[in-house]
């Protein structure tokens, strides 16, 4: 293992060369464009056998990767924001043939009004559209989430497209260190995908067939069922990739949840800020703690249920508006997991962040004290509170 | 030219679909399976060809077949040609496959076009068949960037002030030639040797190449279904559908129509134009089609004769 400097999108391009992917179509958007233009160096450079096809579109992106992916190929492509918008009909179809293609998503605003900054509006408008998607903290988790991903999405028993989102600039074009496996290594984890079916002229097969009243609902069921897997097999990989790289991995990731009376859920680069701000906080002798979410979808409600049901207050941080809908949809997710509990936190939600919007260690202090103070009295001033904006 | 006791005996696409009687998409599919040179994938975008020959659980096709969504079938299809070659560098794979694409004039002239022009400009080695019934047949009639002038369909309707589609057909075959591809043609299945050989030629090409065939429909032309042959033969013969390829930066006309029937004869057949005859015969409007033809049919004789 070497730790070479590199920003998110080069870590995600790092791992996907290493993954030995045989088809990386994709068309360029801001702040995705260095994942492609990295991949691209590679195949100029003769560093890998990839056939890279510089589609004219993002919807021709996805199609050629489902076209390349029922071949029996293995499938990167990387997106963002409009070109994830634009994908929307093919990311149904993706998951709906069953094409493990894995996609670095750099999370962005979507118009309008236009903003290149991050937030989690676009993975989050696609967030039923059958895609298993991870969310990561930083340029490290990226690197190894791209590579697991792969083993996940085409494991038999999913055979489903995962979708690795990093925070638009924060983590896509910030340089740190990355602990970065050898080839021989990631060779030797993956091996060489194993389609289930594939078209293949020798055994003839027909994908795509019309479906109506009598058979669709079947095959979108069987989806739910590959999506029941993700978890278990998610689990069986992590530890087969902590013995690889010595890091370890799962669904999320809790800091100080033991004995906190408070806690704050969050998802992607905002974890750290969390984690930092609630160490401080501890140190002064405040109980409060942060669940990162790495696996967004399917939805974790079990290890939620099991990391937050003793909390007295919980606030989710949502970095996307979920217009007309009571609460954002990270929100939403964990409100509906805990409803089983005969004692329920108190749960609010923030919104923040929005079109690249920083968030400061003050804004998430500002939570963690409204949510000791709703542990405490029991009472939650404001069900969604909208966090660093002009009102 | 091919012989016809050469034609492969096979059935690639099988009998049984669920086409409409006298649909020229059959023939042509069927037609298209004789063409074959060896182990090859069918990609087909949405459409009627799609919707009547793979209602789950059955499928006419006897090769791998794929249908992916209705704008995509040259995307999809870029993707698959560039997987085999991938998955060849690295000794996963080993045959040479070729690859179809099928897609409807709705599915290339319009929503289309876009995966066909990146395609053709990227140069993927497939060949992409236009199965042109000149309207959205498959939602119900409506009109496309291929229905010609004065056809009345669900959304160009011939009413009391409009006689039926305002617009031209667009030039398919001089958008893909522009893209500097080896080969592009027209086609008609009422000359089957023609349309064969020009399948088994877009295949041979080492990169893109493109047929526009096309395909008679009696629901939305309305004419009779034991017809349809008659009327794509009809719509060579009056000029109104010229045959001819683009190979290598040139034309060649394949078809020369020296004593050509009046256009009014393919349009008298077809109930679309019933209104240019009926109540009123609108001479004016046939007259600027015949035009149009005339016009259409001295460009291509200027092209071809470059």
Redesign the interface.
């Known amino acids: 293992m070497t730790v070479e400097g590199m920003t998110g999108d080069e870590a995600v391009a790092h791992a996907a060369k290493q993954s030995?992917v045989?088809?990386v179509?994709a068309y360029p958007i801001t702040p995705q464009t260095i994942i492609v233009e990295r991949f691209s160096k590679y195949v100029a450079d003769g560093e890998v056998?990839?056939?890279y096809?510089?589609?004219?579109?993002e919807?021709?992106?996805l199609?050629?990767?489902?076209?390349?992916?029922?071949?029996?190929?293995r499938?990167f492509t990387a997106s963002s924001s409009q070109g994830l918008a634009l994908m929307h009909?093919?990311l149904y179809?993706a998951s709906g043939?069953r094409c493990p293609i894995v996609m670095g998503v750099a999370n962005r605003a979507l118009s309008a009004p236009i903003n290149i900054h991050g937030d989690h509006s676009d993975m989050m408008g696609s967030r039923d559209s059958g895609w298993v998607q991870i969310y990561v903290e930083n340029a490290q988790e990226a690197y190894d989430w791209t590579i697991q991903a792969f083993k996940i999405a085409e494991d038999k028993d999913v055979q489903l497209p995962v979708s690795v989102n990093l925070d638009g600039f924060i983590i896509t074009h910030c340089m740190e260190g990355v602990d970065v496996l050898e080839d021989e290594a990631v060779n030797k984890f993956l091996q060489?995908r194993k389609p289930i079916f594939k078209?293949?002229?020798?055994n003839?097969?027909?994908?795509?067939?019309?479906?109506?009243t009598d058979?669709y609902y079947e095959f979108k069921r069987q989806q739910v069922e590959a999506m029941c897997h993700v978890q278990g097999v998610l689990e069986k990989v992590c530890k087969g990739y902590k013995g690889v790289s010595g890091r370890n991995y799962g669904v999320l990731e809790t800091y100080g949840m033991e004995d906190a009376q408070a806690a704050v859920v969050c998802l992607g680069s905002t974890a750290g800020t969390a984690r930092e701000v609630a160490r401080k906080l501890r140190a002064k002798g405040k109980k409060v703690g942060v669940v990162k979410l790495w696996l967004y979808r399917p939805f974790p409600a079990e290890e939620i249920t099991a990391a937050l049901g003793h909390v007295k207050a919980l606030a989710v941080l949502d970095r996307a508006i979920s217009f007309g809908a009571s609460y954002g949809a990270l929100c939403s997710d964990v409100i509906s997991a805990l409803h089983t509990l005969k004692e329920k936190p108190h749960i609010f939600n923030a919104v923040y962040g929005l079109g690249g919007r920083d968030i400061q260690p003050s804004d998430i202090e500002f939570v963690f004290n409204e949510a000791l103070e709703t542990a405490k009295t029991g009472i939650v001033k404001e069900p969604t509170m909208f966090l660093g904006v002009r009102e | 030219m091919v012989v016809l006791k050469e034609l492969a005996t096979e059935e690639l696409f099988a009998s049984g679909h669920r086409l409409c009687a006298g649909c020229g998409e059959g023939t042509i599919n069927r037609m298209t399976m004789k063409a074959l040179r060896g182990?090859?994938?069918i990609?087909?975008a949405t459409g009627c060809n799609?919707?009547a020959t793979?209602?789950?659980?059955?499928?006419s096709?006897?090769?791998?077949?794929?249908?992916?969504?209705f704008?995509?079938a040259?995307?999809?299809?870029?993707?698959?040609v560039?997987?085999?070659?991938?998955?060849a560098?690295?000794g996963?794979w080993k045959?040479h496959?070729d690859v179809i694409a099928m897609a409807g004039d709705g599915g290339t002239y319009d929503i289309g076009i876009?995966?066909l022009?990146?395609?053709l400009?990227?140069g993927h080695d497939f060949l992409y068949i236009c199965l042109d019934n000149e309207a959205y047949m498959n939602t119900g009639i409506q009109r496309s960037g291929s229905t010609p002038h004065g056809a009345d369909t669900t959304t160009s309707p011939a009413g009391s002030v409009i006689p039926g589609k305002p617009e031209w057909k667009k030039d398919l075959i001089g958008i893909c030639a522009a893209h500097g591809i080896e080969y592009a043609a027209t086609a008609s299945p009422a000359y089957w040797n023609d349309y064969v050989t020009k399948v088994r030629k877009g295949i041979e090409v080492s990169g893109p190449a493109v047929i526009d065939v096309l395909s008679p429909c009696p629901l939305g032309w309305r004419h009779d279904s034991a017809k349809s042959i008659e009327m794509v033969r009809l719509a060579v013969e009056t000029r109104y559908f010229p045959i001819y390829e683009f190979e290598r930066g040139k034309y060649k006309l394949n078809l020369n129509i020296s004593k050509p029937k009046p256009v009014e004869e393919f349009l008298k057949a077809q109930g679309r134009f019933a209104h240019l005859f009926k109540p009123t015969y609108r001479k004016d409007v046939i007259d600027e089609i015949q035009q149009n033809v005339d016009t259409n049919w001295n460009r291509i004789l200027k092209l071809c004769a470059n």
């Open positions: 030995n045989d088809i179509a056998h990839t056939g096809v510089c589609v004219e579109s919807h021709s992106a199609s050629a990767c489902v076209g390349a992916s029922l071949t029996g190929a499938v009909e093919m179809i043939l060489t078209l293949d002229p020798k003839p097969i027909t994908v795509g067939a019309l479906c109506f058979y | 182990p090859t994938v990609v087909a799609e919707v793979t209602i789950y659980p059955y499928t096709w006897r090769l791998p077949w794929v249908h992916v969504a704008e995509n040259a995307a999809v299809a870029s993707g698959i560039e997987a085999y070659k991938a998955m560098r690295r996963a045959e496959v876009q995966a022009s990146g395609a400009e990227r």
